[in-house]
């Protein structure tokens, strides 16, 4: 999963919001810590036993090193041996005037910037209140929020882009293109709204929708942040929004469900929207873009060695051995495209090109986010004071004749949102991509009762 930390967050302000703590937003696919084999997303079985002796401060700078050493497998050259040792000076010199009470917190911006210095964008360190929101995210559980995702218009985040199912915004009934105007009477401000979520007062939003004038009262609360892929249809075309590859599990099933529905209604194509999608779980992603590519294959390269990864269907092989499927597979063999944006990262990004490099469908939309050649892990480091973690590139892929992932997909028709557009209910792209559905080829499907064998070439056949 590739996410930017709460501090970049903070600072770089990204297009697209999630109104709760703050959205961690995905920077490379997040594999289940301490196993490839395994569905569970996050990483979050893997446990960290905290060496004992000496300051907390030590004993957690231990851990990280200690992960980083045996752990790492990304495309960093930096010696990682001599990185511990700088860095052990820096901890000594903070943790001089207390010596063997120095806290773990004196530690974090120690090992911060240890792991900025690995020089390896997808790996970074988790103070324990971005874990425990990461966490949130990875399980599907709750935390306190509207329940709207924002773009930003007239300088402020205030244009409703996406509702998360069962929250406050979708009971207040508030829809993709509205625009804030104003909070409690005043002007609107993001910063106000952000207040108010986290004071929990019933606030009144006045909404442009369209040539309407609207006044909805909302309420912040603790509801799921899981968020499944859902289907629309626009004339003849189901267009499926995949909102996030990490949503505590079930993406992949409900994708295929809805490849399904898309058959039986007769869809004359399918668009799938994955615009704003940080990434998540890469067996999610995969076993999902197998609903539309009849099967593909990887090279996985880790400090381990290589292992080969097979998809058809809905099902994984790794190195030969079932490792992974849906429940019920289905097979999209008509047109299709995908939309993406700079906000489509990692999963998001392994998941448009395998479309792409099979020549399934176009991909319409902006360059991706740029870190999708990578998996990382996240590692907890456990302490009676508090869980901090660490995310760490785990694993780099290349096809099987040795082409490397790209770090950024690059659409075969480019294009951006017009987001003033969207306020008066036009979405160019979505439109691009229901173009690009006229010259999409179809594929073979490989048959639902024949999953994929060891000796499979990941190859895909067009017509």
């Known amino acids: 999963m590739t996410r930017l930390h709460s501090r970049s967050v903070a600072l770089k302000a990204p297009r697209f919001f999630v109104l709760a703590a703050f959205t961690l937003c995905a920077t490379s696919c997040t594999l289940a810590a301490g196993s490839t084999q395994s569905r569970s997303s996050g990483g979050l ?112 985040s205030r244009v409703v882009t996406a ?60 509801s799921s942040t899981r968020d499944l892929p859902r289907l629309s249809r626009v004339g003849k075309v189901d267009v ?58 990887r090279l996985s390269r880790s400090e381990s060695g290589d292992s080969r990864t097979v998809v058809s269907m809905g099902t994984r092989l790794e190195d030969g051995q079932r490792s992974d499927s849906v429940a019920v597979p289905a097979f999209w063999t008509g047109p299709m495209s995908v939309v993406v944006d700079k906000n489509s990262a990692s999963c998001s990004e392994f998941f448009a090109f395998e479309i792409q490099y099979a020549r399934r469908g176009k991909i319409v939309g902006e360059a991706t986010a740029g870190v999708g050649n990578t998996a990382t892990q996240v590692f907890p480091l456990r302490d009676p004071q508090g869980d901090a973690a660490i995310q760490l590139t785990v694993i780099n892929y290349v096809k099987p004749d040795g082409t490397p992932y790209p770090t950024s997909v690059k659409p075969d028709m480019a294009g951006q949102d017009d987001i003033q557009k969207l306020t008066q209910g036009e979405d160019v792209l979505l439109t691009a991509a229901i173009g690009a559905l006229l010259d999409a080829p179809r594929a073979v499907s490989p048959g639902a009762n024949q999953p994929p064998q060891s000796g499979d070439s990941g190859g895909v056949q067009n017509r």
Do not use: W
């Open 45 to 156: 079985s893997y446990s960290t036993a905290a060496p004992s002796g000496s300051s907390a401060a030590q004993r957690l700078f231990d851990q990280v090193n200690a992960l980083v050493l045996r752990q790492y497998g990304g495309l960093s050259t930096v010696d990682r041996a001599q990185l511990a040792r700088d860095y052990q000076v820096k901890l000594d010199a903070a943790c001089q005037p207390t010596g063997a009470a120095c806290s773990r917190e004196a530690a974090y911006p120690v090992i911060e910037a240890e792991i900025d210095a690995l020089k390896d964008e997808h790996s970074f360190f988790e103070r324990p209140d971005e874990y425990k929101t990461f966490v949130a995210e990875a399980t599907g559980g709750s935390r306190l929020q509207f329940g709207v995702r924002l773009a930003q218009l007239d300088g402020q």
């Open 163 to 222: 509702v998360i199912p069962g929250s406050a915004a979708a009971e207040a009934d508030l829809r993709r293109g509205d625009v804030f105007m104003t909070l409690n009477d005043q002007p609107y401000t993001y910063d106000a709204l952000k207040k108010a979520r986290i004071d929990g007062a019933a606030t009144r939003l006045g909404v442009q929708r369209g040539a309407a004038q609207l006044s909805v009262t909302i309420t912040s609360r603790e």
């Open 240 to 297: 499926i929004a995949i909102p996030t590859f990490l949503a505590g599990g079930g993406v992949a099933d409900r994708v295929h469900e809805l490849v399904a529905q898309a058959i039986r209604d007769k869809a004359s194509g399918i668009v799938v929207d994955l615009r704003g999608n940080g990434g998540g779980n890469l067996f999610e992603c995969d076993e999902a873009a197998s609903a539309f590519v009849p099967n593909f294959a």
